[in-house]
């Protein structure tokens, strides 16, 4: 069923991954959740503010001070991928296409969730949902995790973000980490994703093209809608085209920027053939900086 | 007669050929499909006006096609020329100079004239036209004249200006030693010169050679001097086919001829029996198919000359020919304009069209 091919790949991904996830993410994205909890975390002096519940008496006494003693929430997250297939991601104009930057990206993040020893599921959808793998752990759970984001096949070439988000909410009642993986070239996930902030930890990961914010002047151009198969003809010889394309495409960030913020969530925008790691790490650094909730 | 006319009609069905050239320019068909995320990102950024033109280009091409089959089936303006070719005759005048045409019988607007005077009015209008005579404009005429000698004073040309100009600065003999009637010498000289003119008939467009000759033969006397027998000069002009037509001139009876100048300065008269020898005359016209005429006064000469020019009818023959204009290739004027080749038109679609394909209109796919 595996292709030598994707093998590769996949080993590539996993050592290449692995070097990004030693280096930086690993953990990060669950730092954020720190106090009570099952896990030891460390033993420090009493300081103002802290709870003096946490006082652990028995290393107070040894110690001839008070000390407290503090435990990480559940280290044990779940990991939800949802990644998108559709058809638009096979576009790519630079060295990569949407769809393998996604992948890698995809495996990065379950990659550096083993390391820590985390639950990862995948949700793989387009205009349907083309595949659902529940959380799990382990190395052998990720490796399939990631031949599956290679080696599927989609079904569908159109996209449903909202339909993911809805059925993601209806199989997850746990809280987990959800990342969204998509181009967003899609509407009405707004509404699905409020809700799913509700309960979950929402990261969408947009992923996008520069010639999707702004054309080159190449002459006319006939494209072919990955989606639809409709086929278009583009004059990037006028200026005024391109200056539209590119007012259009900022106006379309600006619109995806605020419906974010209203949800108070951040996006982690990753754009193809330029290094995506680090945008994650400055992204995780962000979420860190800004504190346990 | 112009019409304009297709002559290979059969190569007008590649004129279909456009609008299958236009839509494979239209369609996607040997593009390299070239995907994109969504062309709703596309549309969105409008459609520029060179978009919309760009439906020049299979416009251009289509027509250059069209315009390139008209011309394979090779239009033309059909040009129906009608050619009249002239068979001319030759005519060889022979003109008697001698002492007895100076006899005043002959009027010319109503003044008393010479012979001679009224043999030019009258030949020359025979010649060129004029005095209800129509002119032998396609026919050779020489002129030869004659006294004691005969003289060629104009080759058989058709250069009738020079013919008349000729005509009309012959004198007539003064010497005695010069005077005379040498009809037959002239008649011969007349036959030589015809002759040779029918063997070296000058080759001009739209002519055949020489297929009647005649000699017109005025004299108003009797052949009094030359070492050549009339009629024997006749028999010679017969062998050759050449008619001779004899013209006595000269009243009946008696004619008023100027002998002199008297004491007062004016000019003294004596009537003198006009002597022809028609028997001759009528001989050598006979001998040759031809005819004589009597020509005593002016209106009669002119009547005979009408008669001569009725009997050598010039006779004319209509050709048609078909004259093409290709208009593939060739300009051309239709409805007052003037139009260029219309393979021109095609070079000029074809580079049009192939000068914004590869510029403005450039498609990467």
New interface residues.
């Given amino acids: 069923m595996l292709t030598k091919e994707t093998i590769q790949k996949i080993r590539r991904i996993e050592i290449r991954t692995a070097r990004v996830v030693q280096e930086a993410v690993a953990g990060r994205y669950v730092s954020a959740f720190k106090g009570r909890g099952m896990e030891f975390e460390e033993v420090r002096p009493y300081a103002d503010g802290d709870d003096v519940r946490t006082i652990d008496w028995n290393v107070s006494a040894r110690a001839g001070g008070p000390h407290v003693k503090l435990f990480r929430e559940e280290r044990e997250l779940t990991i939800l991928l949802a990644v998108d297939l559709s058809g638009s991601l096979s576009f790519g104009s630079n060295a990569q296409t949407k769809r393998e930057l996604v992948a890698e990206v995809a495996a990065i993040l379950a990659f550096s969730a083993t390391r820590n020893n985390d639950k990862v599921g995948l949700l793989l959808f387009s205009d349907q949902i083309e595949r659902f793998v529940p959380p799990r752990k382990g190395r052998r759970h990720v490796l399939r995790i990631v031949r599956d984001l290679l080696a599927h096949k989609p079904v569908g070439t159109g996209t449903n973000i909202a339909a993911a988000i809805d059925e993601l909410n209806r199989i997850q009642k746990r809280r987990a980490v959800v990342f969204v993986v998509s181009d967003f070239l899609d509407n009405g996930w707004e509404q699905p994703m409020t809700i799913a902030r509700r309960r979950h930890d929402v990261i969408p990961v947009s992923i996008f093209d520069r010639r999707e914010r702004e054309l080159p002047k190449i002459g006319m151009i006939e494209l072919t809608d990955e989606e639809s198969g409709k086929r278009i003809i583009v004059d990037t010889s006028s200026r005024k085209v391109r200056d539209a394309f590119r007012r259009q495409g900022e106006l379309r960030a600006l619109q995806f920027e605020l419906a974010l913020r209203k949800m108070k969530i951040d996006p982690l925008m990753i754009e193809t053939g330029v290094d995506y790691v680090e945008p994650i790490i400055a992204y995780f650094r962000k979420r860190e900086a800004r504190g346990s909730r | 007669m112009t019409s304009f006319q297709l002559l290979a009609s059969w190569f007008l069905p590649l004129a279909l050929l456009a609008p299958l050239a236009a839509w494979r320019f239209l369609s996607?068909r040997g593009?390299v499909?070239?995907?994109?995320?969504?062309?709703?990102?596309?549309?969105?950024?409008?459609?520029?006006?060179?978009?919309r033109m760009?439906l020049i280009v299979p416009v251009l091409r289509g027509l250059a096609i069209i315009l390139l089959a008209i011309c394979l089936a090779r239009p033309v303006i059909a040009n129906q020329q009608t050619k009249v070719f002239v068979e001319g005759a030759a005519l060889q005048f022979l003109v008697d100079r001698s002492g007895s045409m100076r006899a005043m019988d002959f009027q010319l607007d109503g003044k008393q004239v010479d012979r001679l005077v009224a043999v030019k009015s009258v030949g020359g209008a025979f010649i060129q036209g004029g005095q209800g005579l129509q002119g032998r404009s396609d026919d050779l005429v020489g002129l030869i004249t004659f006294a004691r000698y005969a003289d060629s004073l104009s080759p058989l040309t058709l250069d009738h200006g020079y013919v008349i100009d000729v005509l009309n600065k012959i004198q007539p003999a003064k010497e005695q030693s010069e005077d005379g009637t040498a009809i037959g010498e002239a008649v011969a000289l007349g036959v030589e010169r015809l002759r040779d003119a029918m063997k070296n008939a000058p080759m001009e467009k739209g002519r055949q050679p020489i297929q009647s000759a005649a000699i017109i033969l005025l004299t108003d006397g009797e052949n009094n001097a030359g070492d050549i027998d009339p009629r024997v000069a006749a028999d010679l002009a017969a062998t050759y086919g050449i008619k001779i037509y004899s013209i006595g001139v000269g009243t009946r009876g008696n004619a008023p001829f100027p002998v002199g100048v008297d004491p007062f300065g004016q000019q003294m008269m004596r009537n003198i029996p006009v002597t022809i020898d028609e028997v001759l005359l009528k001989d050598l016209a006979k001998r040759t198919g031809g005819e004589y005429f009597r020509a005593t006064d002016t209106s009669s000469l002119r009547a005979i000359y009408d008669q001569i020019d009725k009997m050598e009818k010039t006779k004319t023959e209509q050709r048609q020919s078909m004259h093409y204009t290709d208009l593939a290739v060739q300009s051309f004027r239709f409805a007052g304009y003037g139009f260029p080749p219309l393979l021109g038109g095609v070079l000029l679609l074809l580079c049009a069209e192939l000068l914004l394909v590869t510029t403005?209109?450039?498609?990467?796919?």
């Fill in positions: 996607s593009r499909r070239i995907g994109y995320s969504s062309q709703a990102l596309i549309s969105a950024a409008g459609v520029s006006m060179a978009l760009r403005r209109f450039r498609s990467v796919n």
